[in-house]
């Protein structure tokens, strides 16, 4: 069964750092593009960066383009998002996707319709 599972959330004071984790079971994450995505409450769920099976390729939504980093490792079967200087507008659940299998390598998006498979979200909040 194919399953991911995310985690590294938390309170952070605005200026903090976090780093989620999006761990793969049942698949190997090397064989997908993976997404991040969050939900803030009352608003739609919002593409946050994405990067290709080769690693090589990424994208960041404006807004946290400079503060957030995405990367893999593929030896864990992991992809992390590096949130640096985190505000309170960056307070949502975020979750990790991943892609149809076997896409071309340097394929990447934010938009969550090209995903197939999510995990359960982690809550991320930012607050003084």
């Known amino acids: 069964q194919l399953q991911l599972v995310e985690s590294g959330g938390g309170l952070v004071q605005p200026g903090g750092s976090l780093r989620l984790s999006c761990v793969a079971s049942?698949?190997?994450?090397?064989?997908?593009?993976i997404g991040w995505f969050r939900q803030a409450p009352g608003m739609e769920r919002e593409g946050v960066s994405c990067?290709?099976?080769?690693?090589?390729?990424?994208i960041y939504a404006d807004s946290v383009n400079g503060r957030f980093t995405i990367s893999r490792d593929s030896a864990k079967n992991t992809v992390y998002l590096q949130m640096n200087g985190l505000k309170p507008e960056d307070t949502a659940v975020y979750y990790c996707?991943?892609?149809?299998?076997?896409?071309?390598?340097?394929?990447?998006?934010?938009?969550?319709?090209?995903?197939?498979?999510w995990g359960q979200g982690t809550q991320v909040t930012v607050s003084s």
């Open positions: 049942g698949f190997n994450l090397n064989n997908y593009a």
């Open positions: 990067i290709s099976r080769s690693g090589d390729s990424t």
């Open positions: 996707a991943a892609s149809r299998p076997m896409l071309p390598r340097g394929w990447i998006s934010v938009r969550d319709r090209d995903y197939a498979y």
